[in-house]
């Protein structure tokens, strides 16, 4: 990858600077262990827990959690510790290109969750995107589920159990965090359970029930649906001009089921990257904050965690810089912002919103607001510090 010697060169002088404070006597492993206590105590309740690690958390610690990236290769080398380091990003996600065995990916997120403790920040969320059908990884060795589609064709319950089985497997590699079901109503590819929101509801119910009993934070995607769209949103954008009642009245119906009548701590919900334009016809989703702020907080009252879809997506790198739109998602209400494939994308938009966040052009109770939601869900799911 571009820039890798560099990355490479500026970990081996961050270690070289980490050993030397250690060396004077600055007590590097104070503010970890504080973290860790408050994380363990017992007689406070998780809000106040997480109020806690706030105030012992610095701007930059906050920021990295609102990351999460995609790394090369299929082991922790110096660019992946130097990442968790240096900008102590929030979660992680796998790729093929990162698995090539389940005891190779069990022993890589193992060595994951090590950098990052070392690095005393929070746990990782570890993510991948096992949808089933042609969005599987590591198909070769892991649980075969079938496409949405073929699935709708059946039973709630029978879907349910392959997410199950699916679920507990991954969990036992090391993964927490599943971006799947699809909640999008007759999306190509096969990638829907039905057409209508009558056949997709009871599906996405069951199985993210399913995951959620296999220990996987699960998510809704692609909010606010993107059933409609013509073009692959990975490649350019897409305008949806659907009015609001019809959207309120099919593709936004499965996203309102399951957030007014689920745990907001069982899933996260991602947006989609597709315009909208009886919403907000000047911003994608990702960055609306009529869309994220106005619908799904205050309408459909969702508390949980907002993620964004990839950010590498055409739909939205082809439009604006990764630190602009990094910046504008999260002033828009994103509590993370997905960047899955280059390591400077990462940066860049970390250093973006950092930069924002000192400036004031992001308020530090927006930066609070996010990290808060981001902490009650590890929290939630024991991921501990």
Same mark, same amino acid.
């Given at each position: 990858?571009?820039? +890798?010697?560099?990355?490479?060169? $500026?970990?081996?002088?961050?270690?070289? $600077?980490?050993?030397?404070?250690?060396?004077?006597?600055?007590?590097?492993? &104070?503010?970890?262990?504080?973290?860790?206590?408050?994380?363990?105590?017992?007689?406070?309740?998780?809000?106040?827990?997480?109020? !806690?690690? #706030?105030?012992?958390?610095?701007?930059?610690?906050?920021? %990295?959690? $609102?990351?999460?990236?995609?790394?090369?290769?299929?082991?922790?080398?110096?660019?992946?510790?130097?990442?968790? !380091?240096?900008?102590?990003?929030?979660?992680?996600?796998?790729?093929? +290109?990162?698995?090539? !065995?389940?005891?190779?990916?069990?022993?890589?997120?193992?060595?994951?969750?090590?950098?990052? +403790?070392?690095?005393?920040?929070?746990?990782?969320?570890?993510?991948?995107?096992?949808?089933?059908?042609?969005?599987?990884?590591?198909?070769?060795?892991?649980?075969?589920?079938?496409?949405?589609?073929?699935?709708?064709? %059946?039973?709630?319950?029978?879907?349910?159990?392959?997410?199950?089985?699916?679920?507990?497997?991954?969990?036992?590699?090391?993964?927490?965090? =599943?971006?799947?079901?699809?909640?999008?109503?007759?999306?190509?590819?096969?990638?829907?359970?039905?057409?209508?929101?009558?056949?997709?509801?009871?599906?996405?119910?069951?199985?993210?029930?399913?995951?959620?009993?296999?220990?996987?934070?699960?998510?809704?995607?692609?909010?606010?649906?993107?059933? +409609? &769209?013509?073009?692959?949103?990975?490649?350019?954008? =897409?305008?949806?001009?659907?009015?609001?009642?019809?959207?309120?009245?099919?593709?936004?119906?499965?996203?309102?089921?399951?957030?007014?009548?689920?745990?907001?701590?069982?899933?996260?919900?991602?947006?989609?990257?597709?315009?909208? !334009?009886?919403?907000?016809?000047?911003?994608?989703?990702?960055?609306?904050?009529?869309?994220?702020?106005?619908?799904?907080?205050?309408?459909?009252?969702?508390?949980?965690?907002?993620?964004?879809?990839?950010?590498?997506?055409?739909?939205?790198?082809?439009?604006?810089?990764?630190?602009?739109?990094?910046?504008?998602?999260?002033?828009?209400?994103?509590?993370?912002?997905?960047?899955?494939?280059?390591?400077?994308?990462?940066?860049?938009?970390?250093?973006?919103?950092?930069?924002?966040?000192?400036? %004031?052009?992001?308020?530090?109770?927006?930066?609070?607001?996010?990290?808060?939601?981001?902490?009650? #869900?590890?929290?939630?799911?024991?991921?501990?510090?």
């Amino acid at each position: 990858m571009k820039g +890798r010697k560099g990355l490479r060169r $500026l970990g081996f002088l961050m270690a070289l $600077l980490m050993a030397l404070v250690v060396m004077a006597g600055c007590g590097s492993d &104070t503010k970890p262990q504080a973290k860790e206590e408050i994380w363990q105590k017992t007689d406070l309740t998780a809000e106040q827990k997480v109020d !806690s690690l #706030l105030e012992s958390m610095s701007d930059e610690e906050k920021v %990295g959690q $609102l990351i999460l990236f995609g790394m090369q290769g299929t082991q922790v080398n110096d660019d992946v510790r130097y990442m968790l !380091s240096e900008y102590k990003m929030g979660g992680i996600i796998l790729f093929d +290109r990162n698995m090539e !065995s389940k005891e190779q990916v069990a022993a890589l997120i193992q060595d994951l969750q090590k950098a990052a +403790r070392q690095s005393e920040k929070a746990p990782l969320f570890v993510a991948i995107d096992q949808e089933g059908g042609w969005v599987a990884r590591l198909s070769s060795e892991l649980v075969k589920v079938p496409a949405a589609e073929q699935l709708g064709q %059946g039973t709630p319950a029978e879907a349910a159990k392959l997410a199950l089985e699916s679920g507990k497997e991954l969990k036992s590699l090391g993964f927490n965090v =599943n971006f799947a079901p699809v909640a999008d109503l007759g999306l190509a590819d096969e990638r829907s359970y039905g057409t209508t929101a009558a056949e997709v509801i009871p599906f996405v119910k069951a199985v993210g029930n399913a995951y959620h009993e296999a220990g996987l934070i699960y998510s809704l995607k692609h909010f606010p649906g993107i059933g +409609r &769209t013509v073009t692959d949103l990975h490649k350019e954008g =897409n305008t949806i001009d659907a009015s609001a009642d019809e959207l309120w009245a099919t593709d936004l119906k499965p996203f309102e089921t399951i957030i007014q009548s689920v745990n907001n701590d069982d899933y996260m919900v991602m947006v989609s990257h597709a315009v909208y !334009s009886n919403l907000d016809d000047t911003m994608p989703a990702s960055l609306s904050k009529v869309i994220m702020q106005d619908f799904l907080r205050q309408k459909l009252g969702y508390k949980g965690v907002i993620i964004t879809d990839d950010m590498e997506m055409g739909a939205v790198a082809n439009h604006y810089s990764f630190g602009d739109m990094s910046v504008k998602a999260v002033n828009a209400g994103v509590d993370i912002v997905l960047i899955g494939q280059e390591y400077n994308h990462a940066i860049e938009g970390y250093n973006a919103i950092l930069k924002a966040v000192r400036s %004031g052009d992001i308020s530090k109770d927006r930066l609070n607001d996010a990290v808060r939601h981001i902490l009650m #869900l590890k929290i939630s799911h024991n991921l501990a510090w």
